[in-house]
């Protein structure tokens, strides 16, 4: 398996316009995961999916934030307008519970830049 | 879920001394795991303890677990410039998604 793929893995944008960020989990996993990093608030989860629907969005910062999962094999994060304090890396990870446990496995990253 | 808290937030170590890195949380879990982020890059699955387990080992990483004290420590022997990364504990308490802190900043000086 290629593991999560995240695209793209650089985005540079100006203030006001709309970014999207995109996901394809590892196949058969059935939860998808959603996190922002910036050095001065760490790992923060926005929202995850479990079977296409989402759970729990108690993370995302505020309406200009959205996310999809169409299906099974692939998420959106939209941010419309985008902001400079947005600028962070945002990491997609998928998982599935076995054996009573769940591991993580975490996509390279999109690093995103407002300006 | 629950967060672990790593301490400590930041070790500097020279290439071929041992590395500790420890991990605190709150409440009952049924296991805990540690992950490894290397610089702009997605984290990644090092080790999982059960709670059943006191001690578990895989190559250079020995990982403790201490229910009743709810702590456990992450120690990398014979350390490596390519071991510099940062390092997170997730307790899993049988929910569906981990929580994670802002993890222990290693590195490691040639």
């Known amino acids: 398996d290629a593991g999560v793929i995240q695209s793209p893995r650089h985005e540079v944008t100006e203030m006001g316009q709309e970014v999207t960020l995109r996901c394809k989990p590892i196949s058969g996993h059935d939860y998808l995961f959603w996190y922002r990093q910036t050095m001065m608030r760490g790992l923060e989860l926005l929202i995850y999916?479990?079977?296409?629907?989402?759970?729990?969005d108690s993370g995302m910062p505020e309406d200009r934030f959205s996310a999809k999962m169409p299906n099974a094999s692939f998420s959106t994060l939209k941010i419309q307008p985008s902001e400079p304090r947005d600028s962070a890396v945002y990491f997609c990870?998928?998982?599935?519970?076995?054996?009573?446990?769940?591991?993580?496995?975490f996509g390279p990253g999109t690093r995103l830049t407002v300006l | 879920s629950q967060q672990g808290e790593e301490d400590p937030q930041a070790l500097s170590i020279q290439e071929g001394e041992n590395a500790t890195m420890n991990c605190s949380y709150k409440t009952s879990i049924n296991n805990l795991q540690w992950y490894r982020q290397n610089s702009g890059r997605g984290l990644v699955h090092l080790i999982l303890i059960r709670s059943n387990e006191r001690e578990k080992h895989s190559g250079r990483l020995r990982v403790t677990l201490d229910t009743s004290k709810k702590s456990s420590s992450l120690l990398i022997t014979a350390s490596r410039a390519a071991d510099t990364a940062s390092y997170f504990c997730a307790p899993d308490n049988a929910g569906n998604m981990l929580t994670f802190g802002g993890g222990t900043r290693l590195m490691v000086k040639p």
């Open positions: 990870a998928s998982s599935n519970r076995t054996g009573g446990t769940v591991t993580q496995y």
């Open positions: 999916f479990n079977n296409n629907v989402p759970i729990d």
